[in-house]
């Protein structure tokens, strides 16, 4: 296994909608270890593919306190929603900025496993959540999109002050 870049917002890269996953084989079973070990480094929840630069639908979550519960998801759909929820949400590919956004309550997914067979999972609460936020990493769509257009011009604003901060120090 090996940790892998997570691009930051704004890098246009984040903006490629992914490709559907036509075989599940050694590579995507290989990227879908590489993603999981590369979320729990960064002490994260959820991790899509294009968030490191992967532009296959692909993602991986565990939304689990001890980070014992795994969930790989290829090729995801949402097929069924119920209810709202408000959430503050932060994300891997914006670092430090936290913004409520209005997710369903509960979802059910269709996916591809590990083996390539298909099956259909329940999630509510944070993982519904996060389930949904790495799915819009699928499509190009960023958390921050939800946000009005001045919240989403001082959070581009903050992230290059601190790229341009990190930069200095590393020079």
Do not use: W
């Not at 593919?49 to 306190?65: E, G, I, N, P, Y």
């Amino acid at each position: 296994m090996s940790k892998l870049n997570i691009l930051i917002f704004p890098d246009s890269r984040l903006r490629t909608k992914a490709q559907t996953i036509e075989q599940v084989d050694d590579e995507v079973r290989q990227l879908a270890n590489d993603m999981l070990e590369t979320m729990y480094d960064a002490a994260g929840i959820g991790l899509a593919a294009t968030q490191v630069d992967v532009h296959r639908r692909l993602l991986v979550a565990d939304v689990s306190s001890e980070g014992s519960e795994p969930l790989v998801l290829i090729n995801p759909e949402i097929i069924e929603k119920q209810g709202e929820q408000l959430h503050d949400e932060g994300c891997l590919s914006v670092p430090g900025i936290y913004a409520q956004v209005a997710r369903a309550e509960k979802i059910r997914v269709s996916a591809l496993n590990l083996d390539g067979e298909p099956f259909e999972t329940e999630a509510e609460g944070l993982l519904a959540i996060c389930i949904q936020h790495e799915m819009d990493h699928l499509n190009g769509v960023l958390f921050v999109d939800y946000l009005s257009p001045l919240k989403k011009r001082l959070v581009r604003k903050k992230l290059l002050k601190m790229k341009r901060a990190n930069e200095e120090v590393l020079a």
